[in-house]
């Protein structure tokens, strides 16, 4: 496995692969990986023939009230995973690397980034696009995977890619859970052991969403009143939202009539830890 930090390497080995006619997959990553990104790993390992994994921590997707200095971090065992799951190359750059100085362009997403996360979070996905962009033209992958959990970005980077003809095949990765439904996550180890014994509360109010859209409930409000309740009987968490949202437009749905795939998405925050989780139904 190789290790590059800067642009100008990264291209050179990634540019060598090519010409031996291999398929370059990316999984781009803020590191701190867990078993749900070693399964992206896996995924893009079965779409190409050289697999790339970005390390980095992008600090223009953090408000100045995020965690981002407080990330965890722990490179040594990043590098460890990522070789044990067969990666040709990891691209880790300093900050200073992909940011030289301030970016004088920048992205700006209309629509799909006013609901969920993106409006609890401003500016946000306007970073990850900024960042993801110029990874994209640093690696320029024939595939890149990304993870359902979290489901607002995978629909704004297909849209993206889709918008600005971006010539990479964006795939879908499942999320994987803990064996008590808990979705995995890097800011998982923010959670006391109080904090993490509740956090499965979030995994249970989606399936209860499950079980209520599947005994006939299309009532998209009473549905997410339900959840409220069941999430309120752990003392630690604080909702920040609950929304069930159409998963082609992220606009809100109502009522769960017609032929449509719905997204039951929620943030709740546990102390410090803000934890993110999402089902995708076929509503027929
Ligand atoms: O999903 C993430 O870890 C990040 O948002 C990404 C896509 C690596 C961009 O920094």
Redesign the pocket.
Known sequence: MLLTRTIAETRAVIADARTQGKRIGFV???GYLHEGHLKLIDIAKGHSDFVVVSIFV?PT?FSPTEDFAKYPRDFERDRRLCESRGTDLIFAPEVSEIYPERSLITLQIEKLADRLCGMRRPGHFNG?LL??SKLFNIVQPNVAVFGQK?AQ?LTIIKRFVQDLNFPVRIIAAPTVRESDGLAMSSRNIYLSPEQRAQSTVLYQALQRAKTLIEAGQRDAQKIVLEMQQLIATASEAKIDYIEIVSVSDLQPVKRLDGERQVLIALAVYFGRARLIDNIVLKIS
């Open positions: 781009p990553t803020m992008n997707q990850v960042v993801v979290d970005q």
